[in-house]
């Protein structure tokens, strides 16, 4: 399916909301006055998100272009056609592709705003240290499943699942972001039992990752995270898995390759992710595959219960010890479902760790998620959290006027420049 053709001329650049070193995105509005049969782009909301690479920038990783265009391929193929024409989400939980544009300097795509930001920021939002309540660990971790299981349909390990790279929609519902780091994988992996194989596979590629921060409005209070229902426990099956990589960020993100392209996108022996979050066979540097994204399910229901991660160590070489050699320590000694899942999901051996098996199935059938209805998670009205209105933002935007914002090929071409002013925007970034 053709993407629409953005027109760089009719977009105006709100606030750069992050940058990284694969890029950087800007909250932008579009001077569309609405659906004309004229109107080269009538399918954008008031406000986007708009994502730029600078083909040519010094500061660009080798790689960075391949990466980009392959985040790019893969945005599309999750986006579908709805019966009117428009683009539309093919899965409530990951992003649809708006539009894309390239110039001679640039790459640009556009993807709907998520104006919750993550739910890292939200965690901390609270304090340092604070922890989501079991409810809303569910709520969280079932949307999630969701999104994993539809990537693994699609034959994609995802590769970077953290806390900052799950923003929240408006709607308080989960958005998983930044897929420069995933790969295409051959059949050989086992994904979710339940998925539907694409009617074309995806290439093989690799690419780094983003982030985002912003502001939420609890609605529910967070409860602490101890009062868990206790369970029996639930046996799991095996499978093994393969393909490998990691990357530091502010809590660091490695990426650097060991092999190149993996050979009929079966294995990776690349080393990415995010130093917390890597799973033991990463750090042997075995090769991985989907495995991979339900021990990073893992680490994040660790955090999202007790607010850290469970094998931080003092430097990254104790980390990698611990993820390797130390068993989960669970505070307080307490035993129900949440800690069972995670003991299951932290299996150092990819064969024996929950959802090695039958994918997807066998972690939606856990008890921690006893009672949750799979088919209807996206028509849950009152989410945990909820952002604050967009209204005022919205109205701020329309304030701006016809010539109000800057453009983004502006902001670039004054960075070119010898330093003498700050370029528009630049408070409260975030790295992605």
């Known amino acids: 399916m053709a993407i629409m053709e953005l027109d760089l001329d009719r977009l105006r650049a709100v606030r750069v909301i992050g940058r990284g070193a694969m890029g950087t995105v800007f909250l932008v509005t579009s001077r569309c006055s609405g659906a004309t049969t004229t109107d080269p782009q009538p399918c954008l909301p008031p406000l ?122 408006s709607s308080g519902h989960i958005t998983l972001t930044d897929f420069d780091l995933s790969r295409h994988l051959s059949t050989s992996a086992s994904p979710s039992a339940s998925s539907t194989a694409p009617p074309h596979p995806l290439p093989p590629e690799n690419r780094p990752r983003r982030r985002h921060r912003r502001q939420l409005t609890r609605i529910f209070a967070f409860g602490a995270a101890s009062a868990y229902a206790e369970a029996d426990h639930h046996r799991h099956h095996l499978k093994k898995a393969r393909s490998a990589r990691v990357s530091p960020v502010s809590r660091r993100r490695i990426s650097f390759s060991t092999s190149g392209t993996a050979g009929g996108g079966e294995r990776s022996f690349s080393f990415v992710g995010t130093e917390e979050y890597v799973s033991p066979e990463v750090v042997r540097g075995e090769g991985h595959g989907f495995a991979v994204d339900w021990w990073a399910l893992g680490v994040l229901a660790y955090e999202m219960a007790y607010g850290r991660t469970p094998f931080k160590g003092r430097n990254r070489k104790e980390t990698f010890r611990n993820v390797l050699t130390r068993p989960p320590e669970f505070p307080g000694g307490r035993r129900c479902d949440l800690t069972d899942l995670i003991e299951r999901l932290l299996a150092k051996d990819p064969a024996r760790r929950l959802g090695s098996a039958a994918g997807a199935d066998e972690v939606r059938a856990h008890p921690f998620f006893r009672g949750v209805r799979w088919e209807i998670l996206a028509k849950v009205t009152r989410p945990p959290f909820l952002p604050p209105p967009e209204e005022d933002l919205e109205a701020a935007v329309i304030g701006l006027g016809e010539d109000g914002g800057f453009d983004v090929r502006d902001y670039f071409n004054g960075l070119r420049q010898p330093a003498s002013q700050p370029s528009p925007s630049m408070g409260s970034l975030t790295e992605f």
Request: glycine content about 4%; some cysteine.
């Open 48 to 169: 986007f998100a708009l994502k730029v690479v600078e083909k040519h920038s010094p500061s660009a990783k080798p790689d960075s272009d391949r990466r980009a265009r392959w985040e790019l391929n893969l945005l599309s193929r999750l986006s579908s056609a709805g019966g009117d024409g428009q683009r539309s989400q093919s899965h409530p939980f990951l992003p649809s592709l708006l539009g894309s544009v390239e110039t001679p300097e640039l790459l640009a795509w556009a993807v709907p705003f998520c104006s919750g930001g993550d739910l890292h920021a939200l965690r901390h939002s609270l304090s340092p240290d604070a922890a989501f309540s079991p409810t809303a660990i569910r709520f969280y971790l079932s949307e999630l499943v969701a999104a994993l299981a539809h990537l693994h349909s699609l034959r994609i390990a995802y590769r970077d699942l953290k806390p900052e790279n799950v923003l929240l929609q």
